[in-house]
């Protein structure tokens, strides 16, 4: 090879090579697709073009070229199992790719494909073979022109003919699709060029010999869903070449993980477990997996996934307990995973300078994650052991419903269960576990299913967008009042050019001054008035681009596309969203000042009665926190300063400091907002001329949504009034009915009553297990034989969880030897506990008495051996589920 340049260097040439042949260069979009919710992350290049591809998202630019981060770890795409143990296998990875929307097709692509490889690069073209479509597995004809065009490059003989398995992409079961050329690498001096040999020869059945570096995909046909091919009016072309593998070409190494992209992170995990870095056996394997899933854990919480209990935050929980685990395998006994993912950050910012922005984030997240699972690894794997201990003997499979138990109590993933469960030589039907689960919480499932916020587009919006692109405007920042001319005119999601007096209608005018939902803050409400027409707006959303779409009511008139129509927007309504708005950004600020730069806005909604702030951070606020924070914002508004707004690239916009996401499109223009002193912020609503307009700010309420995200509701102006106004009459009215003298006699008087109420709380749950013990083992209770075992069963009055608890206890002592069932009610709700005295260990398991008797009750429930406890929501069953005892104890002691 001419030169060997490292990871860094090959995104870099890789771009520049692209540009050079006028590609416009596109940042890397978010590993959470936007309009796509069938897609769990981002998992190809082509994932921000697809609605390009499909002619629905028209771009100003038909060649495009993009260092794309991927992510596969879930859903059919998922490695996860793999990573670590293969040279090959990531969770993230990036992919490098050019794009022809409509403009050149494979002469071009292949001919730059191999330049950029043989000449850039400087890869011997001795050691390279490609392979086309053959013909074979799909409806297309073989792709001869491919053929050809390699032909005129490479030797014939390293020219593979590949059926539609290898060398056939369709984007889905209908649509785009086509044949692909894939380029590969042969692991050693000269390509033997056996293509035209029989046999199964070449890199379709030798891969150990070659690996695939680039595949070109040539998208020249639509597919119908009868399986027929045509042609599409304009062909494109989409290509995809990993980074980690090209850097193992280049690096001249054998694994993507001794990469310049992989190894400091691998080291460093050798380092802090004070292993050797000179071993690159078996023994490295926990060090990449730890290695990788740093990688991935950092991109993702920079794009905004943290750690939780479904979807896509569930998959990052399991990356990063996955890592984890294996650090406690290797004796890293003491939080690690931040400095690793702090590593990343240093490796990757100058390629992805959102991680450097989200650091803070990344850090404070992971931390919090790691010491929160390092507690839930201690108990899950006692709870696990028990469990693992009570198989019977010869048992190859692990019981799901323990298995979805250690998950819903413990937090402790399916997945680490199982590769526990391997590690013993049993068998986990994990989507047993999952259904389990989704029992155990109510739920149908909507929460995995349910990938992201974003919905899709409908085709309608995308064919407006098209039709009218630059032919409609938004004037609302300027007036709240104007005229435009219906450009288009839809009823039940379908086009007229007219509709009638009461049917619900959306339309598009040229100019409009209502403000469309996004950013958070709602869409304006009003009234469009024309020609003998009369409309009420109720809402204004913008599905794709800059289309404000109105929706309403037609209250008078027909209504018909060419129209003139005056729109008035509701001032009042607007002004108070302008208040809530401005103080949002106000309110990000001073979160940002008293909690730290790891605050990073997670969702907001933004109406005319309340905001909605949703931020990044994994305590609660402290009494002293939420009050600072509410006076720093108000200290803003009393100060009163002008509020400003300008138009900006995005390089001038991250000069000024200003906070937000800068994902946006290639060559866009932001709109930067500085409110008050210091909040800048990139933003498209709308906001107060000064400050002093918002009147008034106070927090409602601050509460924990999600594993490391916390939403603060607040209100401003006369709301912000009515609300203290309402709060201090409560207080009054509290003084009043406990006698005290103002509100600065509330608090102990309320603890004195608090003192007094648990006393007595006290005392009477001491008289109820008296009442429930007082003649345990005497006559007076109903004590049978089962078989020999003796049986108390019991309906109690007793109804604290742990007065329960403690009188089974003392029935089980006076016993000596036997089975003690319990009932009680409480609230509504029934209480059914087991107890089984030691003598009888092995033979009489408390768990699965009460399972067998649970279901009088509506319930489920389960313990240890010797105690376990149910709840149900049929009190009524009570006294059937008692009497079922003696029946589930016989069979269990028979069976």
């Known amino acids: 090879m001419q030169s060997r340049p490292r990871a860094h260097e090959i995104r870099r040439r890789f771009l520049d090579f692209f540009a050079a042949q006028a590609h416009a260069i596109v940042p890397s979009s978010s590993l959470v697709p936007a309009n796509d919710p069938t897609l769990l992350f981002t998992n190809a290049g082509m994932v921000q073009f697809k609605d390009t591809f499909l002619g629905r998202d028209p771009r100003p630019y038909k060649r495009a070229v993009s260092v794309q981060r991927c992510l596969r770890a879930g859903g059919k795409h998922n490695d996860l199992d793999n990573v670590g143990f293969t040279d090959r296998h990531h969770t993230l990875f990036e992919m490098l790719g050019n794009f022809s929307f409509g403009d050149y097709f494979k002469q071009d692509a292949i001919r730059w494909g191999w330049e950029f490889l043989t000449q850039d690069l400087g890869i011997p073209a001795e050691k390279l073979v490609v392979s086309v479509f053959s013909g074979e597995g799909e409806s297309a004809p073989a792709d001869d022109e491919a053929y050809a065009l390699w032909a005129e490059i490479v030797p014939e003989d390293r020219i593979y003919r590949l059926p539609a398995k290898e060398n056939f992409w369709a984007m889905g079961d209908t649509g785009p699709c086509g044949p692909c050329s894939e380029i590969h690498i042969f692991h050693g001096e000269r390509a033997p060029g056996d293509a035209k040999r029989d046999g199964k020869l070449g890199p379709a059945y030798e891969d150990t010999r070659y690996t695939e570096l680039w595949n070109l995909v040539f998208m020249q046909y639509e597919k119908h869903p009868d399986g027929t091919l045509v042609n599409l009016p304009k062909a494109s072309v989409d290509t995809g070449a990993g980074l980690e593998r090209l850097a193992a070409v280049m690096e001249g190494v054998g694994s993507n993980y001794r990469t310049s992209l992989l190894t400091p992170l691998v080291d460093l995990a050798k380092r802090l477990a ?296 509701d001032v009042t309504r607007r002004d108070a969203i302008r208040r809530n ?149 409560i207080v009054g009215e509290a003084a009043t009915q406990l006698h005290a003298a103002g509100p600065h006699e509330l608090l102990p008087k309320l603890e004195r009553l608090h003192h007094d109420l648990r006393a007595r709380d006290k005392e009477i749950a001491d008289l109820q297990r008296k009442l429930a013990t007082g003649s345990g083992g005497g006559a007076g209770d109903s004590i049978i034989e089962v078989s020999g075992v003796k049986l108390l069963v019991k309906l109690v009055t007793v109804g604290d969880p742990k007065a329960l608890r403690e009188a089974v206890d003392i029935l089980r002592d006076r016993l000596g030897s036997g089975v003690v069932v319990l009932g009680a009610e409480r609230d509504g709700k029934a209480s059914l506990i087991v107890a089984v005295t030691k003598d009888l260990s092995g033979k009489i398991h408390a768990g699965n008495l009460i399972a067998a008797i649970a279901g009088h009750v509506d319930g489920r429930g389960g313990g240890r051996p010797d105690l376990a406890q149910a709840g149900g929501a049929n009190p009524a069953g009570l006294q059937q589920a008692l009497s079922a005892a003696r029946e589930a104890l016989a069979a269990q002691i028979a069976g």
Request: aromatic share 6%.
């Open 274 to 569: 004070g292993a050797s870095p000179s071993d690159l056996g078996a023994g490295e394997s926990p060090f990449r997996v730890i290695a990788d899933h740093a990688r991935a854990t950092a991109f993702l919480i920079a794009d905004g996934v943290f750690p939780d209990k479904a979807g896509r935050s569930y998959v990052l929980r399991r990356i990063m307990r996955r890592a984890i685990r294996y650090g406690t395998n290797v004796g890293l006994e003491r939080p690690f995973f931040h400095e690793v993912c702090q590593q990343v950050v240093a490796e990757f910012a100058e390629a992805y300078p959102l991680l450097r922005e989200r650091a803070s984030t990344i850090d404070e997240v992971v931390r919090t994650e790691e010491e929160s699972f390092r507690r839930t690894l201690s108990r899950g794997l006692k709870r696990l052991e028990a469990a693992l201990s009570d198989l019977a003997p010869g048992e190859q499979a692990f019981p799901p419903p323990v298995a979805a138990d250690l998950y819903d109590t413990y937090g402790f993933p399916v997945d680490l269960t199982g590769i526990i469960c391997k590690e013993k030589g049993l068998t986990l039907d994990e989507p047993a576990v999952e259904a389990a689960v989704r029992q155990r919480q109510s739920q149908d499932g909507d929460a995995h299913s349910s990938l992201g916020s974003d919905k899709a587009i409908g085709d309608l919006y995308f064919k407006l967008k098209e039709r009218l692109a630059g032919q409609t405007s938004f004037t609302g920042y300027d007036t709240v009042q104007g005229s435009g001319t219906v450009l288009a005119l839809a009823v039940d999601g379908r086009e007229h050019k007219e509709a009638r007096p009461g049917q619900q209608v959306e339309f598009v005018v040229d100019h409009t001054p209502f403000y469309a939902e996004s950013g958070g803050q709602v869409g304006d409400t009003g009234r469009a008035e024309g020609d003998g027409v009369e409309l009420e707006i109720d809402d204004v959303h913008k599905p794709t681009g800059d289309l404000h779409v109105h929706r309403g009511k037609l209250v008078r008139g027909t209504l018909r596309v060419g129209q003139s129509l005056t729109l008035a927007v």
């Open 581 to 729: 708005h401005s103080a949002t950004h106000l309110l990000h600020h001073a979160l940002r000042a008293v909690l730290g730069t790891h605050v990073a806005q997670k969702g907001s909604l933004v109406g005319p009665d309340r905001l909605r702030f949703d931020f990044s951070h994994t305590r609660p606020l402290t009494a002293e926190q939420r009050a600072e924070i509410e006076r720093r914002v108000n200290v803003e508004v009393l100060r009163n300063q002008g509020s400003q707004v300008r138009s900006l690239s995005m390089a001038q916009a991250r000069e000024t400091g200003a906070i937000g996401l800068f994902e946006a499109k290639y060559g866009e223009v932001v709109r930067v907002v500085n409110i008050g002193g210091e909040s800048i912020e990139l933003c498209g609503g709308t906001h107060v001329a000064r400050a002093g307009d918002i009147g008034l700010f106070a927090i409602v309420s601050e509460a924990g949504i999600a594993q490391g995200v916390r939403r603060i509701e607040a209100v401003t102006g006369m709301n912000a009034l009515a609300y203290l106004q309402q709060t201090a009459q």
